[in-house]
């Protein structure tokens, strides 16, 4: 049972003084949300998960549980981060400096994982930051996100590879009805392929 039926926040799990907690959303057992982070309204984050100090976070977002969200990663609204998901924040690891010593907050910089609306990142991927995933992207499960993914690109493997295109039902797109266009199997929502990148194709007006 969630301890505080306004906040959503299980007595288990330890929010800092300052953190940013939108309306309706739930923090269930044992995770951990750092200083200075914003969740914005309606997000679930799981159990185990940990969301560094100062993440930014949209609505609506589900983070699974045992997810480590380390800072400075953006969220938009809508993200999905499945189960034990790894955004990491430093380009040059080591516990100690080339003198031995031990390394603290000011012999590093932290680069972040920026993800857009609507993208979804499956189950153990890891996503090796500086990275951006785009808008309704997906990402495989157990993949290494290693370089940008376009918005709506599939990717998978070690490092990840893009497959192909994917709508925002999460569907697998197919070829559409003129050269360059693709469809959702689902919703029936065009695509175009440009020099930029996919992009929804306008609907038409009847008549």
């Not at 969301?51 to 045992?66: L, Y």
């Not at 400075?72 to 034990?84: K, R």
């Amino acid at each position: 049972m969630l301890s505080n039926r306004d906040s959503g926040i299980n007595a288990t799990a330890d929010v800092a003084a300052n953190a940013s907690i939108g309306h309706g959303t739930l923090i269930w057992h044992l995770a951990q949300v750092r200083e200075d982070t914003e969740i914005g309204a309606n997000c679930i984050i799981g159990r185990g998960a940990y969301i560094g100090p100062g993440v930014r976070m949209g609505e609506n977002c589900k983070i699974q549980n045992h997810a480590l969200v380390y800072e400075p990663a953006v969220l938009g609204n809508g993200v999905f981060v499945g189960p034990a998901v790894v955004f990491t924040n430093d380009t040059y690891p080591r516990a100690v400096n080339p003198d031995g010593s031990l390394k603290s907050a000011e012999d590093w910089h932290p680069v972040g994982v920026e993800v857009g609306d609507g993208a979804a990142i499956g189950a153990r991927a890891v996503c090796i930051a500086p990275v951006r995933i785009g808008s309704w992207a997906t990402v495989a499960a157990g993949a290494v996100v290693t370089r940008d993914v376009p918005a709506y690109a599939v990717v998978a493997g070690v490092p990840a590879r893009q497959l192909g295109w994917v709508g925002p039902a999460g569907h697998p797109l197919v070829p559409g009805p003129a050269e360059g266009e693709f469809s959702c199997p689902v919703t029936g929502e065009l695509f175009r392929l440009e020099e930029d990148g996919l992009s929804p194709v306008p609907s038409r007006p009847a008549g």
